[in-house]
């Protein structure tokens, strides 16, 4: 999450970045030769074992076949690799900058964009891009309402699923009323995880695209809505949600992964995850029950695509640009998508790919736990960045304080 002091810095520092002409995607193998013997410093959040194992492997596929090595600098936040290079452009450092690539969406990915902070418009030049299904997955097009202009490699699409033990829940609740109702039948057996965190911010945003009026309102910035009268029906569900929830609302997870404990622990009934996968992924390590299925509400989750993002200054632009690449490799899409290594779903479109290719997708079993794209209904637009960070900012005023 973009924080105030984060933002005034790049205020700070706006300015023309200076406009880098190479590394040229259109000129591949030129970018193939240069990124030879580099090493890419990929930058991303670590908070799950199976995604730095995917980022391991990755790193493999990169070395083996181009010659690139991959460093995964590993994030608690991600706002931290932006506050590095925010830092290195006031230092002067326009060159040779430490971050080469960020795993990056949202609030970060706009304050970079908008700061002059990120590399040219290179994404829609890699050769890998003729693969990206554009009509069925928009949000690989504007990230949180902002175009991304090509400023980003889409690499996963992501969509809020609900998770729950089918041995304790007959029946999901598949409304809002539904929910609210199932949380004070069955007290201290739901929670989320405590904003600014990005899991726990997106179900205040889920709340409120389904208790808005008009979800057209969350398309631009908060401070241009009635931001008061548009959000008191999503304050007024907390407020009565909050007693019933695990240890009465008094504490609340860090996080997704420690949602997910709890769900495995038996401590809660229904969580959730922005992974359609993560679930059946789970269950095939032996962390969550085989019981465990997903839902999700009749009215449509969020979803939202991830992208990859080479600041201004990298150091090894060649490098990050393969990588890029490599990550929409149809391959390491597959591997991506199979719920025995994380369960993401592409953003490549079959009918797009070689009969082999397509065939790689065709084979993976998605899991028990897994819906079907049939089956995930409606994907809500994110709201404009801005009320992430107002949401979060609220919650913590209202209901408890940040770490």
Do not use: C
């Amino acid at each position: 999450m973009t924080r105030p002091l984060l933002t005034l810095a790049l205020a700070a520092v706006l300015g023309a970045a200076p406009a880098l002409a190479d590394p040229d995607p259109r000129n591949w193998d030129a970018v193939l030769d240069d990124a030879r013997g580099q090493t890419v410093f990929w930058n991303a959040w670590a908070g799950d074992p199976r995604i730095n194992a995917f980022i391991d492997a990755v790193g493999d596929e990169l070395e083996a076949r181009h010659g690139v090595r991959l460093n995964h600098v590993r994030l608690a936040d991600t706002a931290d690799a932006v506050t590095r290079v925010v830092a290195e452009r006031s230092a002067g450092r326009d060159q040779g900058g430490a971050v080469d690539v960020i795993w990056i969406n949202g609030d970060n990915f706009v304050s970079m964009k908008d700061g002059g902070l990120l590399f040219g418009a290179f994404a829609e030049d890699l050769p890998n891009w003729r693969f990206v299904d554009t009509e069925a997955n928009p949000a690989v097009l504007s990230d949180f309402t902002v175009p991304v202009e090509g400023f980003g490699a889409p690499w996963a699409m992501f969509r809020m699923v609900f998770e729950y033990d089918s041995a304790a829940v007959a029946a999901p609740p598949r409304t809002l009323d539904a929910l609210r109702d199932w949380i004070a039948a069955n007290p201290g057996r739901f929670t989320y995880p405590q904003p600014p965190d990005f899991l726990g911010t997106s179900f205040l945003k889920q709340v409120l695209h389904m208790t808005v009026d008009d979800p057209a309102v969350l398309m631009a910035p908060a401070e241009d809505a009635d931001y008061e009268a548009i959000t008191a029906p999503l304050w007024e569900f907390l407020d009565e949600i909050t007693p019933n929830l695990w240890r009465q609302g008094r504490a609340f997870p860090a996080n997704e992964p420690a949602l997910g404990q709890l769900l495995a622990d038996g401590e809660i009934d229904i969580g959730f995850a922005f992974n359609p996968g993560r679930a059946s992924a789970a269950i095939a390590d032996g962390e969550l029950p085989d019981t465990i299925r997903t839902f999700v509400f009749d009215a449509g989750t969020l979803g939202n695509s991830s992208f990859l993002s080479i600041p201004y200054n990298a150091a090894n632009k060649a490098g990050a640009l393969v990588l890029a690449n490599l990550i929409l490799d149809p391959e390491i899409q597959a591997m991506a998508q199979d719920p025995q290594v994380l369960g993401f779903n592409t953003v490549l479109g079959l009918d797009l790919l070689e009969p082999e290719d397509r065939a790689r997708f065709e084979a993976l079993e998605l899991g028990i736990a897994t819906l079907g794209p049939d089956e995930l209904g409606a994907a809500l637009d994110e709201p404009h960045p801005s009320w992430d960070t107002r949401l979060a900012e609220d919650w913590v005023a209202r209901f408890g304080v940040a770490d």
